[in-house]
Structure formats: structure tokens, C-alpha cells
């Protein structure tokens, strides 16, 4: 069953703010910066300092708040391409391809869904190297299984935010899997990429464990 995670909406507490400062803290001494030189900077452009820090701040938590997650069983036990038959849409997939798809673990999935950030686009197109590098900056890989199972149990989801994921397979060609609705038909799509993607598209993953063992 897929339960879906919504932000909380109290303020910021002084003891958040405080973890926060720690980092910078750190960042900062990492910096090597000259006492005289610092004070200086800091009586002469304090409120200018602070100001872009919080704007830093503002991007990053917009981010957040652009991304949705949803909790999600899966069924491991059965293949991919089982999965995507069992999603409720008309399949137009090519089996080969989706035999090629990343094959995540355990039956709880964060199914976490992200917006590209604006600056990734040239001319309103997402390259799949863009896209790619999107997904390490998110710390996110790709689970089709898991996303699958999660459009099976919230088709509204997937009707009101047409979904993807993208993968490499062995001999570096891209792959794609897509989840929308196209002229009243619900439908997925799994084929080879040869073009980028559109700005209207979310792309879905999980939690890539080993980046988030190494921060």
C-alpha cells in the first residue's frame, strides 16, 4: 500500500537553524580565512552576506518542497515486466528494455519523485546526460519495480503527473520507462531513449544508499 509523506507545515525550529550554522561552522573554518580579513568583510557587508546565504537556503528548501514521496510495497517476487503488467496501463513496452532495468531491494520503497532543476534545460530540453547527473544531485537511482507498484496503487497520481525514470543499459545505450496519459489511454512506455526529455515530465527514485552513507 502506498502512503504518501506531505511536509510539515510548523516553522523552522531555532534547534534546525542550529544544525545548520554547525555545518556552515565547518565550511567555513575549511576555508582558511584570515580573522582581520573576515571582521572586515563581515562590519562591511554583513547584511549583504547573510541575505545571499538565505536566498542559498530558500533554492534548496524549494527544491524540497518540489519533490514528492510515497511510501510504497513492493512485490519482489515477481519480474519487471510483471510489475508493469500489473500497473492498471496499456503497455507499450519493448520486453528486451525492460528486462534491462535497475532492480532495487526489499519490499518498502521511499518512492521519491523530483522536478529538474530550471538551469538543467537548454531551450526547454533535458539531456539524458542532464538527467543522469539530476539524479546524483538528488542522491536518487532508479527502482522501476517500486515505481510500477506505486503508479498501480495511485493511478490518479500518474493521471494528474505524468512520471519517468531513465537508465543506462550494459552497452551504454538509455532506457526509458514513462507512466501518463495520452488522449484519455493510461499508459507506459519502455523503449531505448534517443532524444531528451521536456519540461514536462517528474522523474521518479529511491534513496541511493550509498550516497547517503557517505555525507
Known amino acids: ?26 565550511q567555513l573554518q575549511k576555508l582558511s580565512l584570515k580573522s582581520k580579513l573576515f571582521e572586515e568583510a563581515r562590519k562591511r557587508y554583513g547584511k549583504e552576506m547573510a541575505a545571499e546565504c538565505a536566498a542559498v537556503v530558500q533554492k534548496y528548501v524549494d527544491m524540497v518542497s518540489n519533490t514528492i514521496v510515497h511510501y510504497v510495497s513492493v512485490d519482489r517476487a515477481r519480474s519487471t515486466l510483471d510489475a508493469l ?21 526489499g519490499k518498502k520503497a521511499k518512492m521519491t519523485y523530483f ?13 539524458c546526460q542532464k538527467l543522469d547527473e539530476e539524479y546524483k544531485f538528488h542522491r536518487l537511482v532508479v527502482d522501476l519495480q ?32 514513462a507512466f501518463r496519459r495520452w488522449r484519455g489511454e493510461p499508459l507506459v512506455n519502455v523503449y531505448r531513449l534517443a532524444y531528451g526529455w521536456y519540461d514536462l515530465w517528474s522523474f521518479g527514485g529511491v534513496p541511493d544508499e550509498s550516497s547517503a552513507s557517505a555525507v
Not at 12 to 25: D, E, P, S, T
Not at 115 to 127: I, K
Request: hydrophobic letters at 30%; glycine letters at 6%.
Open 1 to 26: 500500500m502506498t502512503k504518501s509523506h506531505d511536509p510539515s507545515t510548523k516553522p523552522v525550529a531555532h534547534g534546525q537553524i542550529g544544525k545548520f550554522f554547525a555545518q556552515l561552522r565547518l
Open 85 to 105: 503488467k500489473a500497473c492498471g496501463r496499456v503497455l507499450y513496452v519493448n520486453e528486451e528494455v525492460a528486462a534491462t532495468a535497475p532492480r532495487g531491494t
Open 115 to 127: 522536478t529538474p532543476r530550471p538551469e538543467c534545460y537548454v531551450n526547454g530540453v533535458l539531456s
Open 146 to 177: 517500486a515505481q510500477a507498484d506505486d503508479n498501480a496503487e495511485k493511478p490518479e497520481f500518474t493521471d494528474t503527473k505524468r512520471n519517468a525514470c531513465q537508465w543506462k543499459d550494459k552497452d551504454g545505450n538509455w532506457c526509458y520507462a
